[in-house]
């Protein structure tokens, strides 16, 4: 009979201290391929030791906002609100935007669900074609997480404007966007439109909780009266204006991922592992024992992640250049 893991396991990645306690003979350090997080972050500065004895600087808030805006396309920066990371920017969501009925794009990313259950418990649905939405909440997330799932720009942004025009709400959730920037609707004016931004994924940088959101002018005004006047730390703040002014970082950075995916995906062919999905920040597979191989990736100190409703799935973030070999050997291991 298949192990079953870890109920938290099942929740979301990065229950590294859980999986440790579960498994107090594997060996250290762990590799943590949970999430789908850059492992090659962004290395510039943190905020200085004074910035830390003070209430942040309101005008570094409008720079970042404005730094930001300018990486995501959109023309005016008043659209965009920093937030403590896209995950807060979600739960929020459901006071802000007027909850009726609420749809959601099937599969996907267990907060969205958690976020407006409570809201909405008779009238929260999911369903597989965003086109057939009738609610009057569309959430989608793009790409998909867990599996990667695309939908393109332009399908996006006609079906945000005849929802608009019919007095609903679309949420579009790009925390994996900037490895794709092409599906990306957040420079789009649309009205009843609002897309939630990560910086943590992309820029490697989980910790420092810092994300956004895009939306039309009044939806910025509530959210920045709902999270006050120092929504994100100095070191959100320092990190973000150096990240989101490093251009040539980014373009790199994307070709970089992309690599590493495409070596990932060979990796795990080679253990008979065929990839399903993913992004260029995590890679799906499925397999029959992904339950009872998630637990034996454990026992060797490499933390994955399952998926309580797919036991037949298993998805990898991507290894640090030098974690792969680790990488390597411990899957050749587990499989031979």
């Not at 594997?26 to 391929?33: E, N, Q």
């Not at 439109?193 to 956004?212: C, E, H, M, Q």
């Not at 995906?265 to 008979?272: E, F, N, S």
Request: aromatic fraction near 6%; include cysteine; glycine fraction near 10%.
């Amino acid at each position: 009979m298949a192990s079953v893991p870890t109920i938290g396991a099942f929740r979301h990645g990065g229950r590294l201290r859980e999986a440790m306690a579960a498994h107090p003979d594997a060996p250290r350090p762990w590799l943590d391929l949970s999430t789908g997080i850059n492992p090659e972050p962004w290395s510039g500065p943190r905020a200085p030791a004074h910035a830390l004895t003070r209430l942040p600087d309101p005008q570094a808030l409008n720079d970042l906002e404005a730094l930001a805006a300018r990486a995501f396309g959109v023309a005016d920066p008043g659209r965009v609100v920093a937030v403590s990371g896209a995950e807060a920017a979600l739960r929020l969501l459901p006071g802000l935007i007027d909850n009726g009925s609420v749809a959601l794009l099937a599969p996907i990313y267990g907060g969205h669900l958690e976020a407006w259950g409570p809201a909405s418990p008779s009238l929260v649905a999911t369903l597989d074609d965003p086109r057939i939405a009738r609610a009057d909440v569309l959430i989608v997330v793009n790409p998909n997480n867990p599996d990667g799932r695309r939908i393109e720009r332009e399908v996006l942004a006609e079906l945000a404007v005849e929802r608009s025009d019919r007095g609903l709400w679309t949420v579009v959730d790009e925390s994996f966007v900037e490895v794709a920037p092409e599906l990306s609707v957040a420079d789009l004016e649309i009205d009843r439109l609002v897309t939630l931004r990560s910086f943590g994924k992309f820029y490697g940088l989980p910790g420092a909780r810092l994300g956004f959101t895009i939306g039309n002018k009044m939806f910025g005004r509530n959210i920045r009266a709902l999270i006050g006047d120092w929504p994100v730390g100095a070191d959100a703040l320092a990190l973000g204006l150096g990240a989101y002014a490093d251009e040539a970082w980014r373009a790199s950075t994307r070709a970089t991922l992309a690599a590493r995916a495409r070596e990932v995906d060979a990796v795990l062919a080679d253990v008979g592992l065929q990839t399903v999905g993913g992004c260029d920040l995590f890679r799906l597979v499925e397999v029959a024992d992904a339950h009872d191989l998630f637990t034996r990736l454990c026992g060797l100190g490499v933390l994955t992640r399952p998926f309580a409703d797919r036991p037949d799935r298993l998805r990898f973030g991507l290894p640090s250049r030098n974690d792969f070999r680790r990488f390597e050997e411990v899957l050749q291991a587990v499989r031979s």
